[in-house]
């Protein structure tokens, strides 16, 4: 079966730093797409970073130049580095990706995309 865990969240006051782990592991042919959505109370979840197969980079227009998202292919891990944290960044953080699974013994492939259990951050003013 497979899943993303995250790891790496909690408590920070403004201008701290956080990062943001999510391992995926399973049955994995390959990983594409991976990225880190949000979800503050009361508002739609967002787009926060997402990093391609090829290591390209898209960022919301508030996290530009302070966060930075990689992955470890070797690891099958995306990672978020938040820096200068604002009280705003404040949510429940969500690892998506994009998987090739194989989904049985001959080896089949799917294409598939799955979400973290969710992290909470929270920056105190």
């Known amino acids: 079966q497979v899943q993303l865990v995250e790891s790496g969240g909690g408590l920070v006051q403004a201008g701290g730093s956080l990062r943001l782990s999510c391992a995926a592991s399973?049955?994995?042919?390959?990983?594409?797409?991976m990225g880190w959505y949000r979800q503050a109370p009361g508002k739609q979840r967002e787009l926060v970073a997402s990093?391609?197969?090829?290591?390209?980079?898209n960022y919301e227009d508030s996290v530009k130049g302070r966060f930075t998202i990689s992955r470890d292919n070797a690891k099958n891990t995306v990672y978020l580095q938040m820096n200068s944290l604002k009280p705003e960044d404040t949510g429940v953080y969500y690892c998506?990706?994009?998987?090739?699974?194989?989904?049985?013994?001959?080896?089949?492939?799917?294409?598939?995309?799955?979400w973290g259990q969710g992290t909470q951050v929270t920056v105190s003013s």
């Open positions: 998506n990706a994009d998987l090739t699974v194989i989904v049985n013994i001959a080896g089949a492939r799917v294409e598939r995309n799955f």
């Open positions: 399973g049955s994995i042919f390959s990983i594409n797409r």
């Open positions: 990093v391609t197969s090829g290591s390209s980079t």
